[in-house]
């Protein structure tokens, strides 16, 4: 027993120092983000109000991590503490606050939401999907929707060229199917596994329309279909003036965004 007793010690005692050690990278992590934050303010690449996210940088900083060598660490853990990390460097270089309107259930969305953006933003749930939008042209903020059945507020992003899908929630597929979008005024990047939302009011039945846009040498598969409008995911990473899009079935389309693709694909 003493000698068990001595061992569980001796572990405890390593994870004190594991958790010291682990508070001191947290700490000069922070200071790093500071000096960032510092350089970008010197070079007027900080404007008050424009959004710091890089959603394509996050991905592959992630996909980098979860892809290193691990023992016991798991993919969601992992995923979690970084996105507390990115969450605090960009509270430093940039502050932005959420509102989330989550349909019929807000508090997924809301979880949905923390799960991506972690813990500091200030969050704010919103009684319709219009209000997030409105909030998100506002400086220094995001928007999160639910992908709502019935719902096609994802059309009002043709009339809005200064929003972005960015983000796909959740980010992991072992924490469920693709039930939200964050939206913003957020650069597109290519992370290099991307996913293209592109939004038509094409009368043809999807099958046709994904027919019509493989023989242009694009895949697409049907996400939402609402008010006459269809929302269709392509896998891959398109500009807005893709001639293959712009050729595409409808008479009013367009690309909205693109998210990097789930971590654990």
Known sequence: MD?????LDSVRARIDAVDAELLRLVDERAELAHAVGEIKQAQ??????????RPAREAQLLRALLKAGRRSASP?????????LIAESLRIQSPFQLSVWGGRN?????????MRFGGLPILTLEDQAETALAAAKLPGRVAVLA??????W???????????VFASMPC??????????????????????DETYWVTDAAEPPAVIEAALSAKGVAARLIQEAGGLKLFGLPGYFQRDDARLVRAPGRLSGVIGAAPAPLDL
């Not at 969601?76 to 507390?84: G, P, Q």
């Not at 807000?106 to 923390?114: H, K």
């Not at 994802?154 to 972005?164: M, T, V």
């Open 3 to 7: 000698a068990e007793r001595a061992v």
């Open 44 to 53: 007027g690449e900080a404007n008050r109000g424009r959004l710091a996210i």
């Open 76 to 84: 969601d853990v992992v995923v979690r503490i970084w996105r507390e």
């Open 106 to 114: 807000p508090a997924r969305t809301a979880e949905l939401a923390r």
């Open 147 to 152: 992908l709502e059945p019935g719902s096609r």
């Open 154 to 164: 994802w059309g009002r992003l043709l009339a809005e060229p200064r929003l972005s």
């Open 172 to 193: 992991l597929t072992t924490w469920g199917v693709q039930a939200a979008f964050a939206v913003g005024e957020v650069d597109m990047e290519p992370s290099g596994l």
